[in-house]
């Protein structure tokens, strides 16, 4: 009975996670996102701005939660998101829009604390469930921000630094999914 669970634990070791498009947006479900996105934002910034940076950077959900005012650097644009689950700190710049608008909203925070979103995890995940175009996990905002990356620009390395991921194992299911998805196309379509 000691080696089947010794067996079973190895199995589970090699056996990669799957990314589906069940664990992404699809492109029509990006599109009406952000057009909720944008049709909410003068009523309700600070819950669009999390949705964008979700959508925009890759960060998962307790990484945006954790955004502080001095994480935003005006001068190149860019937010700095330090990552959590072993994960590497990293720089993600952002388009002028969002982050004028992001800039903005910080600005306009009072206290002292510097938190910009100063809301649990639960509070995001309501929120998400408000304005998701889909029935999918707030997740799915970070592996949507992966797969246009490296179908954008076809460099694993850039998605791993992107996502934070310290090993690149991590980051291959994404090149492994688009891959797979274009090469059966090719030959089924």
């Keep these: 009975m000691g080696q089947q669970v010794c067996c079973n634990r190895r199995m589970a070791q090699t056996i990669r996670y799957a990314i589906n498009k069940n664990k992404y947006l699809l492109e029509p479900e990006v599109q009406k ?17 999390l949705i964008w940076l979700g959508l925009k950077t890759g960060a998962r959900a307790t990484e945006l939660l954790s955004l502080r005012k001095n994480d935003l650097n005006p001068y190149d644009k860019t ?12 720089e ?7 982050f004028d608008r992001l800039y903005a909203y910080a600005n306009s925070l009072e206290g ?10 639960h509070r995001f995940r309501q929120i998400w ?8 996990k707030l997740h799915a905002l970070r ?11 076809k460099d694993l390395r850039l998605v791993q630094v992107a996502l934070g991921h310290r090993n690149i194992t991590n980051t291959m299911v994404y090149a492994d999914y688009v891959y797979s998805q274009q090469e059966l196309r090719k030959l089924i379509v």
């Design 33 to 49: 996102l952000e057009g909720l996105l944008e049709s909410s934002a003068a009523e309700n910034d600070r819950d669009t701005l």
């Design 79 to 90: 937010v700095f998101i330090r990552g959590i689950k072993g994960s590497n700190d990293r």
């Design 92 to 98: 993600i710049p952002l388009n002028r829009w969002l």
């Design 112 to 121: 002292s604390s510097g938190e910009l979103f100063p809301i649990g995890y």
């Design 129 to 136: 469930d408000w304005y998701r175009p889909a029935p999918k």
């Design 143 to 153: 592996h949507t921000f992966a797969i246009r990356l490296y179908q954008k620009t």
